[in-house]
Structure formats: C-alpha cells, structure tokens
C-alpha cells in the first residue's frame, strides 16, 4: 500500500517561499505512469490542484501558480518537493500530496489514489 506524508513549516512569512516535501513509501516515484501531485484546500473553499511531477521527472503546473510554483524530486529518498514562491494570505490552506496513474485530461479533473493526510500551512507576519 502507497503511502504519502506531507512534512514541512506550518506558519511562513508574506513575500516567502513556502517549502513542503512528501515522503512516499510502499511504491517509487519512479514507477511508470504515476504522477505525484500537490493540491491544496483553502479555509471554506474547493480543493486546488497546483502540479505534478511525473514518474519521467516532467513537470506540469496550474496556469494561476505557475510563475511561483517549482516541483522537484529526490529519488534516492523516494521524496518529491514542493515551493510555491511569494506567498500572500491567500496561500493558507491545507496542502495534500497525492498520486494518480490517470495521466490524460485537466490534471485538476484527476481522481487520485493516494492521499496524504494534509498539512496546514498559513501564512502570517
């Protein structure tokens, strides 16, 4: 059984750089076709997916996030990263790190596997 931990800093700065890494165990982030993805929920809100990282190391990002999102991987610790740059208020939420091998259509529309159990994270001087 896949299981993802999401782990990092609950309270950042405005105008910082919000990092969150999930650790995965029972599968590899290499394994063919599955794409690992971070998706947040802020308070009374939907959930939103912000991007993936492939099993390739290819990476795709939500259109809205893009310029401030950059997904990376660890391999050798079976890990993949999240930093979501020049954070506002508005990026409080509860981050998820998931996984799916749906691999076609909006990533967003995605039903995924595997879910870590979230991570608050809000952002306040």
């Known amino acids: 059984q896949v299981q993802l931990q999401e782990s990092g800093p609950g309270l950042v700065k405005p105008s910082q750089t919000l990092s969150l890494t999930c650790t995965v165990s029972?599968?590899?982030?290499?394994?063919?076709?599955?794409?690992w993805s971070w998706i947040r929920q802020p308070p009374g809100k939907g959930l939103e997916w912000i991007g993936y990282?492939?099993?390739?190391?290819?990476?795709n990002y939500s259109p809205s996030l893009k310029s401030r999102t950059s997904i990376s991987r660890d391999t050798s610790k079976n890990q993949f990263t999240l930093q979501l740059s020049s954070v506002t208020p508005e990026d409080t939420a509860v981050y998820y790190c998931a996984s799916t091998n749906q691999g076609v259509g909006d990533p967003g529309d995605w039903e995924y596997d595997y879910w870590g159990q979230g991570t608050q994270v809000t952002v306040s001087s």
């Open positions: 990282i492939a099993y390739s190391g290819s990476t």
């Open positions: 029972g599968g590899s982030i290499t394994t063919n076709y599955y794409y």
